[in-house]
């Protein structure tokens, strides 16, 4: 319950069917509701920083009003904005059902929706989510798609001039082989373990297909270990990134698609754990937003688990095979996606099964939103909004640091290293600290 309403928060259908959600004179007016209200609150000052560019360009306007700005103005507030929902999630006490029925990120949601629908959506934006085709070439391609892509590489200047990719981020290595090609080498499942008959699905999602396969990996050796039957499942990417483009029809149609796939896997007693977060939220929040009469879509949302929240129901269902003490202090960032899935923080709760570890929470927003962070004309933002995150992240000097989040693992890694601070070799998921855990 939130403070201002009596009942549950809540999230409407996302409209994105409808003409009426695409009128722009309606979108206009909503945006300076919601942005007067935003404006009396203030609450929202430190999250990220599309509400401090809000409050400034209120504050200088000639009369101190929303009225003033121009849509230049509303649309400078849109562009700030990464999608992460923690003001929604974590902070907004107008959020419906209260009167004032406020959800500030579905609304930047459908202000890109609308500009998707005019074609605005830059070539950069639509070819970067483009994720299947793009990873598809480049596993093909595996070791020049890396050479192309490190920051040293001269490509990267080109990379700026015509995709305004900044030169200094870091950008996601290619594996050479997708993940969802290697079922032969998932173990079968141990008949020891005390979740042996259970039975999950890895969505491998398109980050840890083509991508970062490291918590892939780790996630199969430590369920195989615990006994459970785990197959790995890739029919599309999520559609996240088309997602952050307000391309709403493409990320429904790949949610009908994905669903059916799932759907006998589920009638064959699987649960679904994607391998990415943000994928997990999808699937769980976002898509049955998308298409709320879809029984497939729901019967999907209700048997998708993030993967920290399906270690700890077994430990709390099955239990666990035995973990050996660890005396390991470990950094966990709390991603904003993780967060937004409203389950609490379960990569804390995993990591505390290690006897002896002591894992302690960083919960600030790392400031890279999905591709959002990469671009010129953000990267320093997203350095600065994820500079409270790395520093608090690393303040104990912990042994380990990890984050939910692959991309911002990477992204807090080298926001301490352009601050000068130490950096470790990696900041991968929790699941990998776990496979640590047991030995595998
Ligand atoms: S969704 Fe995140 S980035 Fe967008 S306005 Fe809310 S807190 Fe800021
Ligand atoms: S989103 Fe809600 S909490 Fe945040 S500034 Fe606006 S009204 Fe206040």
């Not at 898509?287 to 993030?306: G, K, M, V």
């Amino acid at each position: 319950m939130k403070e201002g309403s009596l009942e549950a928060p809540m999230r409407h259908p996302i409209a994105w069917d409808d003409d009426s959600f695409y009128d722009e004179t309606a979108l206009d007016t909503e945006l300076r509701r919601v942005f007067d209200i935003c404006h009396g609150c203030r609450r929202c000052f430190n999250l990220c920083s599309s509400f401090p560019r809000l409050f400034d360009l209120v504050d200088e306007s000639p009369n101190e009003s929303v009225e003033d700005l121009t849509a230049a103005d509303l649309k400078a507030v849109v562009d700030d904005c990464t999608l992460c929902d923690m003001c929604f999630m974590v902070k907004c006490p107008y959020v419906p059902p209260h009167a004032f029925d406020l959800d500030f990120p579905h609304l930047m949601l459908r202000y890109r929706a609308v500009e998707h629908r005019k074609g605005l959506t830059s070539f950069a934006d639509r070819e970067l989510a483009k994720t299947d085709r793009n990873g598809k070439l480049a596993t093909l391609a595996s070791g020049l798609a890396n050479f192309a892509t490190k920051e040293a590489s001269p490509a990267r200047g080109v990379m700026q001039a015509t995709l305004g990719i900044d030169k200094r981020a870091h950008l996601p290595a290619y594996a050479d082989v997708p993940l969802a090609n290697k079922q032969a080498l998932v173990p079968p499942p141990n008949p020891d373990g005390p979740a042996f008959g259970r039975k999950v699905a890895l969505y491998a999602t398109c980050f840890a297909n083509f991508n970062d396969q490291t918590p892939g990996e780790a996630a199969i050796k430590v369920l195989a270990h615990n006994g459970v039957e785990v197959r790995i499942e890739y029919p599309k990417c999520c559609g996240m990134p088309r997602f952050e483009n307000g391309d709403l029809a493409a990320v429904a149609s790949a949610a009908e698609r994905v669903a059916a796939h799932f759907e006998p896997l589920i009638d064959a007693g699987y649960a679904v754990v994607p391998l990415t977060t943000s994928c997990a939220l999808m699937l769980k929040f976002e898509w049955p937003l998308l298409q709320p009469d879809h029984a497939a879509i729901a019967r999907l949302s209700a048997n998708t688990f993030d993967v920290s929240q399906y270690i700890v129901m077994l430990a709390k269902e099955t239990g666990l095979m035995p973990i050996v003490e660890w005396d390991a202090k470990i950094g966990v960032h709390f991603a904003c996606h993780a967060r937004a899935q409203n389950m609490g923080p379960k990569a804390l709760e995993m990591l505390r099964l290690i006897p002896g570890a002591k894992p302690a929470l960083t919960d600030r927003c790392s400031g890279h939103g999905g591709k959002w962070g990469i671009f010129a004309q953000h990267f320093d933002t997203a350095v600065k909004v994820g500079r409270p995150a790395a520093r608090q992240l690393a303040k104990d000097m912990p042994d380990v640091m990890v984050s939910e989040c692959p991309l911002a693992g990477p992204h807090l890694k080298q926001v301490l290293e352009l601050s000068g601070n130490a950096a470790p070799e990696r900041i991968g998921h929790p699941i990998e600290v776990m496979a640590r855990a047991y030995g595998l």
